[in-house]
């Protein structure tokens, strides 16, 4: 927390506005609104909850296809299941790790010829890093498929000066303890379609008709922010680009430190974007660097330091057994490669620069022990 928080918490309290709505949450909307340029914002509880809507407003429903990035988090698909719909997985290309337009286009180009075109394309920006969207979208226009932008991992990055979460028909942001801001748990789904986030509002609020009673034609849901826990990300969203700031300086530290190490390779930065670096990522090549990712995480454990795999790609989940999925070359699966490779360092923005050098001395010295060679 930054400090700013309580004073918007202290005002839900005095107002006594402890509700899934106030002002708060009226606020929050139009700030993250004005923050991103989108014209408008639904607040909910969670990100899981706005890739829900979003599925909602396109009038995805059971027997639909759903293309989806691989390599993500299962939130970003869960959904799709829940609309009782059936996802296709895409695989990631290497410059961004994330959605390969190449399958994209493979997977597009089949289902056209099947007639099985999918209703909504899922693409998330991983770790901050945009995809490639201008590829993408120009993709999904050709087939005339809506695009909704999983941004929960890069509120804050930019995509040629745009900022992520913008590009699609719906954008959705996380607000998870785990994300650049937090509001304990939340989420924002935004739009430039006016009347489609009127029924966002309305399916997030039990679907409840205008009358006097309680009245219901839809299927709603339970979906709305807290009004405390809209304060909370009011005063977040104040020091988000502290924090993007922060999560960069991080980066840039790991970088200087371990980039010359033979077999390590950071995620890269597409050219024209701006990543909020919300974890430092990298591939480790057993082969050359002499570690596993594995092996590394086991050392940096026993050193009370929590480093993570990366997302495990979702066609590998037995979750998701028997989905179809387009590698970006034929064998090449690159979303499986960076699983098996990738390693997130820790990212924390309390970290101090002492606790974010006692990191790199203990990947330094595992190295020079293990594979003197390697530096
Ligand atoms: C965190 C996250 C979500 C889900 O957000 P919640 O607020 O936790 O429901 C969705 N997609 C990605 C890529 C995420 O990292």
Redesign the pocket.
């Known amino acids: 927390m930054s400090g700013n928080e309580l004073k918007y918490i202290k005002d839900a309290f005095e107002t006594n506005w402890i509700a899934p709505l106030g002002p708060n949450v009226d606020a929050f909307e139009k700030e993250i609104a004005s923050y991103v340029g989108a014209n408008e914002a639904v607040a909910v509880s969670?990100?899981?909850?706005a890739?829900h809507l979003a599925l909602s407003l396109l009038e995805v429903s059971k027997g639909d296809k759903v293309f989806c990035s691989s390599l993500?988090?299962v939130?970003?698909a869960n959904p799709i299941l829940y609309q009782g719909a059936e996802p296709v997985f895409i695989d990631s290309e290497p410059e961004t790790w994330n959605m390969s337009p190449r399958a994209l286009e493979v997977a597009l180009r089949e289902a056209a010829i099947k007639g099985d075109l999918p209703k909504a394309v899922i693409v998330?920006n991983?770790y901050g890093q945009s995809a490639k969207m201008d590829e993408i979208l120009m993709l999904c226009k050709e087939y005339d498929i809506p695009v909704i932008e999983?941004a929960?991992?890069s509120l804050g990055s930019r995509y040629k000066g745009i900022p992520s979460g913008t590009f699609g028909k719906y954008g959705?942001y996380?607000?998870?303890g785990?994300?650049i801001i937090t509001t304990s748990?939340?989420?924002m789904l935004v739009s430039n379609d006016s009347e489609a986030m009127k029924k966002a509002r309305f399916l997030a609020t039990q679907a409840r008709d205008h009358a006097r009673h309680y009245q219901h034609r839809l299927l709603g849901y339970n979906y709305r922010l807290s009004n405390v826990l809209a304060g909370i990300g009011r005063g977040q969203l104040e020091v988000l680009d502290m924090r993007v700031m922060a999560k960069r300086d991080i980066f840039n530290r790991y970088f200087t430190e371990l980039s010359e190490i033979q077999g390590f390779e950071f995620m890269p930065e597409l050219q024209n974007t701006y990543s909020n670096r919300w974890l430092t990522t990298l591939t480790i090549n057993k082969a050359i660097a002499g570690i596993s990712v594995n092996d590394l995480l086991d050392v940096l454990a026993n050193e009370n330091i929590e480093a993570r795999p990366v997302w495990k790609p979702l066609h590998l989940q037995p979750l998701f057994n028997g989905v179809k999925y387009y590698p970006h070359n034929e064998g090449a699966d690159v979303s499986k490669q960076l699983f098996e490779t990738g390693i997130c360092l820790p990212s924390g923005t309390n970290m101090t620069d002492d606790d974010q050098m006692r990191v790199i001395d203990c990947i330094k010295n595992t190295l020079t022990i293990k594979y003197p060679v390697g530096l």
């Open positions: 969670s990100g899981t909850a890739i993500t988090f939130a970003s998330v991983l999983d929960a991992e959705v996380s607000f998870n785990n994300k748990g939340g989420g």
